[in-house]
């Protein structure tokens, strides 16, 4: 089929493209992103890269790729390939991605100031020694590498070129961005203080890629293509800047065989949609293409196809870079080539697939829920499993669990009734996108329904609030009671694990209250968060547009302490200092009076008086599972209107909005499945074999 049905505005994307001796199918490049599988899960990222080159990519990379144990990241777990034995997993994965006619990329990465090696203990090295660098704050230095350290380098990049062509890889991204590589950390000033002929001039601070390059293919006679992966710019005054790029791209504009453009930091080149709006990196490329004869991808969470072919057409880049919105959507290239715009999953920009990595999980995403289940649950983002024997589904409540679950559920063929209790579906997500900055978290809902609505096996009921006789009645043989929680209004949370002394001439107010419209306007406020993720930061924001002044009190060290994982907790402290929010860390309420808040230390117990004319309370959530106990009375345990009655999402166990959709799904994909009784896990995974031979090294 013709890209877009005929129209020939998108056709420019699905144009063939040279990347040194390899060419492209299509102008969708998948670039090198976490997802928290890494050596631990290898058949688990292997089908989901899989599923994207079944999805149209032309070219999929895989994670970071540590090239030798002196230089490892722990506690992220990112792809080790270390020696010969790695190269069956990475064969495997290789072949995955080639697939469905994508090109195979491997990024390789050596840490250097960035790699602990925690778990290797190896001695770290760095192109100037110095602390780790890193997230967590490692007690750990590095030393300087000397010139034997760095020709040993160049020997175990040769070792990873050689693997990585066994394994059937088509490219190799050698990994200088985000202050991550050690290739950056040569150019940088900020890294390289050396007075040899690797530092000082930046002829001399790009030797070693140079001859890294070299190297690369001269131990794959060519037949790789070698792409370079650095920042666009390094804050600072030592930093890797724009211009300083820019000198550098000019003096090697053939150097690689494509340059692969991303922002200076993680934080800045994956910013979430809060902060950072599609395309944002657009002005730090502009001009670049001028300055090389090799192609360019650059990313920026491009979703809208009317933007990718800006991109291309006004000369900014040649191919259209993705991480996330390859999450979101692995068949978004086949989609847009098949006109199926409204069938697209939009990324949200929530970075909640970012988490997987910083928490040393595994990887989600709120809008793909087969995202890294793809091999372990055997999930799909489009082809549904096989109906079972039973026919009906009933779905009470259309929020983002209600949502997926009834979408799913129809996919699969059965009958569903969709029954709302208001009159607008989605839930917690039509609320909340209309918060300070989460508009675009509107598209979990809008997708959604977007799929639902043309269904024929699908009826949705609004305004249509359920008792336990109505759910009983309907007689549906699977039900899915996805009601929700409420905020509450008190300090009960993580520190407080009962309520605190309350005058009730104060007024208290709940996130729910203030997203409907509620609460404090011009006047002192104490917002007080032991939530930790982004609703206390948002809130606040909130009432300073209505003009109030608000102390943001946390237990925590710092302001949205859990945002660190979403890699925005420092924009969301500056956000709040620029607009004028009092921060007060590492305290708590102890007692709420008339007009005042005492506050305790969370470490020395001092209690400290803030006088305030009101207080929000972000705290935690009370599941509404109240409809779900009344049925379970009914038919003790079988609900009475068929064969199971489960409660699911927020009503269950309240948590990020990725916990609801990956819960609807969970629900539909489990009807008429055999009910292991929870006696092994509910996911395939893979064990670690013991190595023969004596248990000590010569």
Same mark, same amino acid.
């Given at each position: 089929?013709? *890209?877009?049905?005929?129209?020939?505005?998108?056709?420019?994307?699905?144009?063939?493209?040279?990347?040194?001796?390899?060419?492209?199918?299509?102008?969708?490049?998948?670039?090198?992103?976490?997802?928290?599988?890494?050596?631990?899960?290898?058949?688990?990222?292997?089908?989901?890269?899989? &599923?994207?080159?079944?999805?149209?990519?032309?070219?999929?990379?895989?994670?970071?790729?540590?090239?030798?144990?002196?230089?490892?990241?722990?506690?992220?777990?990112?792809?080790?390939?270390?020696?010969?034995?790695? =190269?069956?997993?990475?064969?495997?994965?290789?072949?995955?991605?080639?697939?469905?006619?994508?090109?195979?990329?491997?990024?390789?990465?050596?840490?250097?100031?960035?790699?602990?090696?925690?778990?290797?203990?190896?001695?770290?090295?760095?192109?100037?020694?110095?602390?780790?660098?890193?997230?967590?704050?490692?007690?750990?230095?590095?030393?300087?590498?000397?010139?034997?350290?760095?020709?040993?380098?160049?020997?175990?990049?040769?070792?990873?070129?050689?693997?990585?062509?066994?394994?059937?890889?088509?490219?190799?991204?050698?990994?200088?961005?985000?202050?991550?590589?050690?290739?950056?950390?040569?150019?940088?000033?900020?890294?390289?203080?050396?007075?040899?002929?690797?530092?000082?001039?930046?002829?001399?601070?790009?030797?070693?890629?140079?001859?890294?390059?070299?190297?690369?293919?001269?131990?794959?006679?060519?037949?790789?293509?070698?792409?370079?992966?650095?920042?666009?710019?390094?804050?600072?005054?030592?930093?890797?800047?724009?211009?300083?790029?820019?000198?550098?791209?000019?003096?090697?504009?053939?150097?690689?065989?494509?340059?692969?453009?991303?922002?200076?930091?993680?934080?800045?080149?994956?910013?979430?949609?809060?902060? &950072?709006?599609?395309?944002?990196?657009?002005?730090?490329?502009?001009?670049?293409?001028?300055?090389?004869?090799?192609?360019?991808?650059?990313?920026?969470?491009?979703?809208?196809?009317?933007?990718?072919?800006?991109?291309?057409?006004?000369?900014?880049?040649?191919?259209?870079?993705?991480?996330?919105?390859?999450?979101?959507?692995?068949?978004?290239?086949?989609?847009?080539?098949?006109?199926?715009?409204?069938? =697209?999953?939009?990324?949200?920009?929530?970075?909640?697939?970012?988490?997987?990595?910083?928490?040393?999980?595994?990887?989600?995403?709120?809008?793909?829920?087969?995202?890294?289940?793809?091999?372990?649950?055997?999930?799909?983002?489009?082809?549904?499993?096989?109906?079972?024997?039973?026919?009906?589904?009933?779905?009470?409540?259309?929020?983002?669990?209600?949502?997926?679950?009834?979408?799913?559920?129809?996919?699969?063929?059965?009958?569903? &009734?969709?029954?709302?209790?208001?009159?607008?579906?989605?839930?917690?997500?039509?609320?909340?996108?209309?918060?300070?900055?989460?508009?675009?978290?509107?598209?979990?809902?809008?997708?959604?329904?977007?799929?639902?609505?043309?269904?024929?096996?699908?009826?949705?009921?609004?305004?249509?609030?359920?008792?336990?006789?109505?759910?009983?009645? =309907?007689?549906?043989?699977?039900?899915?009671?996805?009601?929700?929680a409420k905020w509450r209004r008190d300090a009960v949370a993580r520190l407080h694990l009962h309520p605190i002394p309350t005058d009730p001439a104060m007024p208290i107010y709940s996130p729910d209250d203030l997203m409907e419209g509620l609460g404090p306007r011009n006047c002192d406020v104490l917002l007080y968060d032991d939530d930790h993720f982004y609703m206390g930061s948002v809130l606040a924001e909130l009432l300073v547009s209505r003009g109030c002044r608000v102390d943001f009190v946390t237990p925590a060290a710092k302001v949205a302490e859990w945002t660190e994982n979403t890699l925005e907790q420092g924009r969301i402290m500056r956000r709040l200092l620029e607009l004028g929010v009092k921060i007060q860390t590492n305290k708590a309420p102890e007692e709420i009076g008339r007009s005042e808040v005492m506050l305790g230390c969370t470490w020395t117990g001092a209690l400290t008086v803030l006088e305030t004319e009101s207080v929000v309370m972000v705290t935690s959530r009370v599941?509404?599972?109240?409809?779900?106990?009344?049925?379970?009375?009914?038919?003790?345990?079988?609900?009475?209107?068929?064969?199971?009655?489960?409660?699911?999402?927020?009503?269950?166990?309240?948590?990020?909005?990725?916990?609801?959709?990956? *819960?609807?799904?969970?629900?539909?994909?489990?009807?008429?499945?055999?009910? &292991?009784?929870?006696?092994?896990?509910?996911?395939?995974?893979?064990?670690?074999?013991?190595?023969?031979?004596?248990?000590?090294?010569?």
């Amino acid at each position: 089929m013709a *890209a877009g049905q005929g129209d020939s505005r998108y056709d420019i994307l699905f144009e063939p493209l040279r990347i040194g001796p390899k060419v492209a199918k299509n102008r969708f490049y998948q670039v090198p992103h976490c997802n928290g599988g890494g050596y631990r899960d290898p058949s688990a990222v292997a089908e989901m890269r899989r &599923t994207k080159a079944e999805g149209g990519w032309g070219v999929i990379f895989t994670e970071q790729t540590e090239i030798h144990p002196s230089s490892e990241i722990t506690p992220f777990i990112e792809q080790h390939l270390w020696e010969d034995k790695d =190269i069956p997993a990475f064969a495997a994965m290789a072949e995955a991605m080639k697939s469905h006619g994508a090109l195979a990329g491997i990024q390789l990465a050596y840490s250097g100031i960035n790699g602990p090696n925690l778990y290797s203990r190896d001695v770290p090295m760095a192109v100037s020694g110095g602390p780790i660098l890193t997230f967590t704050s490692d007690p750990v230095q590095a030393r300087t590498m000397d010139r034997e350290d760095i020709r040993d380098l160049r020997r175990w990049f040769r070792a990873a070129f050689r693997r990585s062509q066994q394994a059937g890889f088509d490219l190799v991204c050698l990994y200088g961005a985000h202050g991550f590589g050690i290739l950056q950390h040569f150019l940088s000033r900020a890294t390289n203080s050396r007075t040899d002929e690797y530092g000082g001039s930046l002829e001399n601070r790009a030797r070693f890629l140079r001859e890294v390059v070299e190297d690369a293919r001269e131990e794959t006679k060519g037949e790789l293509g070698i792409t370079l992966r650095l920042s666009l710019h390094e804050a600072g005054p030592l930093g890797f800047s724009n211009a300083e790029l820019r000198d550098f791209i000019e003096m090697h504009r053939d150097l690689p065989d494509l340059w692969d453009l991303a922002h200076g930091t993680w934080e800045a080149c994956s910013g979430t949609s809060r902060f &950072t709006p599609e395309a944002a990196q657009e002005d730090l490329v502009r001009g670049i293409k001028a300055l090389t004869d090799k192609p360019i991808v650059g990313v920026g969470r491009f979703t809208s196809a009317d933007e990718m072919v800006r991109q291309i057409r006004s000369g900014v880049l040649d191919f259209i870079g993705a991480a996330r919105p390859s999450i979101a959507d692995p068949f978004l290239p086949k989609k847009i080539e098949e006109g199926r715009f409204e069938d =697209i999953r939009e990324c949200i920009g929530c970075n909640i697939c970012v988490s997987g990595d910083m928490t040393g999980g595994i990887s989600r995403c709120t809008q793909n829920t087969a995202f890294m289940e793809e091999w372990r649950k055997g999930w799909h983002p489009e082809r549904p499993r096989p109906k079972g024997l039973s026919q009906s589904v009933l779905v009470v409540g259309a929020g983002p669990a209600g949502l997926e679950a009834a979408l799913q559920a129809a996919r699969r063929g059965y009958q569903v &009734t969709l029954a709302e209790a208001g009159r607008e579906l989605g839930g917690r997500v039509q609320r909340e996108r209309a918060l300070p900055g989460l508009s675009a978290w509107g598209r979990v809902a809008d997708y959604r329904i977007g799929q639902l609505l043309p269904l024929p096996n699908v009826e949705i009921y609004r305004d249509s609030p359920m008792t336990a006789e109505d759910v009983v009645a =309907i007689g549906a043989d699977h039900v899915a009671i996805a009601t929700g929680a409420k905020w509450r209004r008190d300090a009960v949370a993580r520190l407080h694990l009962h309520p605190i002394p309350t005058d009730p001439a104060m007024p208290i107010y709940s996130p729910d209250d203030l997203m409907e419209g509620l609460g404090p306007r011009n006047c002192d406020v104490l917002l007080y968060d032991d939530d930790h993720f982004y609703m206390g930061s948002v809130l606040a924001e909130l009432l300073v547009s209505r003009g109030c002044r608000v102390d943001f009190v946390t237990p925590a060290a710092k302001v949205a302490e859990w945002t660190e994982n979403t890699l925005e907790q420092g924009r969301i402290m500056r956000r709040l200092l620029e607009l004028g929010v009092k921060i007060q860390t590492n305290k708590a309420p102890e007692e709420i009076g008339r007009s005042e808040v005492m506050l305790g230390c969370t470490w020395t117990g001092a209690l400290t008086v803030l006088e305030t004319e009101s207080v929000v309370m972000v705290t935690s959530r009370v599941p509404q599972d109240g409809l779900f106990r009344e049925v379970m009375k009914l038919d003790s345990g079988k609900g009475g209107s068929g064969r199971t009655v489960k409660l699911i999402g927020d009503g269950a166990a309240p948590g990020p909005i990725a916990w609801a959709t990956y *819960a609807g799904r969970r629900f539909a994909e489990e009807i008429d499945q055999p009910d &292991t009784g929870g006696e092994i896990p509910a996911f395939r995974r893979e064990i670690a074999w013991l190595e023969p031979g004596p248990s000590r090294l010569p």
